[in-house]
T-cell receptor, first 119, second 113 residues
Framework: KAGVTQTPRYLIKTRGQQVTLSCSPI?????VSWYQQTPGQGLQFLFE???????NKGNFPGRFSGRQFSNSRSEMNVSTLELGDSALYLC??????????????????FGAGSRLTVL | GENVEQHPSTLSVQEGDSAVIKCTYS??????FPWYKQELGKRPQLIID?????GEKKDQRIAVTLNKTAKHFSLHITETQPEDSAVYFC????????????FGQGTILTVHP
């Protein structure tokens, strides 16, 4: 069973540019969440998508956006990049249904991440 | 919103010793508490989790305890080995949250041979 796949793995951008990151969840997983990991702030939740709808959102500016497609693949976009956006962006998938959550089967599996450097 | 505090930030032990990492959370509605291990340059991987209807859970050398009244939970690693060296993160989730975890700041565990 393939794991969570993120592309690209590494990218370098300059301030003011925009970037799109992609995440393919584990087959059968309908929930995709995105996290930003930095040395100073740790792991911070960006947003979660389930069945093409944003279900939860963290405290990030509107420059950070995402979407999910009918095949559960998700993309996140960061516009007008700032130096502080340099980070490892991780996505995680889970089945995301209520029955799994109540039975304890709703475990998040992370991808390897996309490391973004903003110059 | 939820806030998770994790201590200590660094922990150094000798091989064979035990290691304990503690976390506190603020939202009494939180009901799921996973622990992730992240080795250098790799993705976070779930090592153990516990739900609010359970006080303790054990998996070989790893155990987690939960005190709902005090809103804290702890990770215990016994008979530590050099390959246990990594960053450990606790997290909390609750209510209608599925993919939203609030993480602690992480603990860098170093096990010296």
């Amino acid at each position: 069973k393939a794991g969570v796949t993120q592309t690209p793995r590494y990218l370098i951008k300059t301030r003011g540019q925009q970037v799109t990151l992609s995440c393919s969840p584990i087959s059968g997983h309908r929930s995709v969440s995105w996290y930003q990991q930095t040395p100073g702030q740790g792991l911070q939740f960006l947003f979660e998508y389930f069945s093409e709808t944003q279900r939860n959102k963290g405290n990030f500016p509107g420059r950070f956006s995402g979407r999910q497609f009918s095949n559960s693949r998700s993309e996140m976009n960061v516009s007008t990049l700032e130096l502080g956006d340099s980070a490892l962006y991780l996505c995680a998938s889970t089945r995301g249904n209520l029955r799994d959550r109540e039975s304890g089967a709703n475990v998040l599996t992370f991808g390897a991440g996309s490391r973004l450097t903003v110059l | 919103g939820e806030n998770v505090e994790q201590h200590p930030s660094t922990l150094s032990v000798q091989e064979g010793d035990s290691a304990v990492i503690k976390c506190t959370y603020s939202d009494s509605a939180s009901n799921y508490f996973p622990w992730y291990k992240q080795e250098l340059g790799k993705r976070p991987q779930l090592i153990i989790d516990i739900r609010s209807n359970v006080g303790e859970k054990k998996d070989q050398r790893i155990a987690v305890t939960l005190n709902k009244t005090a809103k804290h939970f702890s990770l215990h690693i016994t008979e530590t080995q050099p390959e246990d060296s990594a960053v450990y993160f606790c997290a909390a989730a609750g209510g209608t949250s599925y993919g939203k975890l609030t993480f602690g700041q992480g603990t860098i565990l170093t096990v010296h041979p």
